[in-house]
């Protein structure tokens, strides 16, 4: 899962934006001031800032030109500043897009999506990052503490069909006419397989899966790390 930083003073605001970029596949941390915003962008990596410039402490723009001197993560002010001049002022301090408040969360998606896409960045559905693995969905790439791993084309499209639906039931029948197609749907087999390889290259105890689970008779389940 892609690592969202959400900066504002508003616990309000933070915990909404917090829960839909939950929805849609981000691991969030908050920030209610700029000085700790600064020590959470250091410490760990992000693909998604969100700045406030109304900070208690230090203004807006001077978090994101202090951010952007060594992230080059995108960073978009959400402000309830309208005027040019503090438009400019932060997209000059290294901000890649400015959205005045009150906005719909709908817009901030779609602004979020057009900043990956001109900086050629995965989005939030398609980078998988948990404690013991990342997938990038987009680039076929897995790996396991830093190295590596291989997946097949079956167990790529698998993992597909899961991420994309977290913590949600995926049926037997859904996942092998998705997979293999229109004519299947009782091959259970199959998936009992490449499961198995899947969780031997990914989950810390393939025997005890807690990513790729099973739910007997029924179908699978990807559940993401607690965020």
Known sequence: ????????????????????????????????????????????????????????????????????????APMIVLSVRGDEDDKVRALDAGADDYLTKPFSFGELLARIRAVQRRQGLPTADSLIRTPHFELDLQARQASVASKEVRLTPIEWSLCEQLVSKPGQLVTRRQLLQAVWGPGYGSESNYLRVHFANLRHKLEPDPGAPIYFTTEPGIGYRFRPPET
């Open 1 to 72: 899962m892609a690592n969202a930083l959400v900066i504002d003073d508003e616990a309000a605001i933070r915990e909404t934006l917090a829960l839909g970029l939950r929805a849609k596949g981000y691991q969030v941390t908050l920030s209610g001031d700029g000085t700790d915003g600064i020590s959470h962008a250091r410490s760990d990596s992000y693909e998604l800032i969100l700045v406030d410039l109304g900070l208690p402490d230090m203004d807006g723009s001077e978090v994101i030109e202090a951010i952007r001197s060594f992230c080059e």
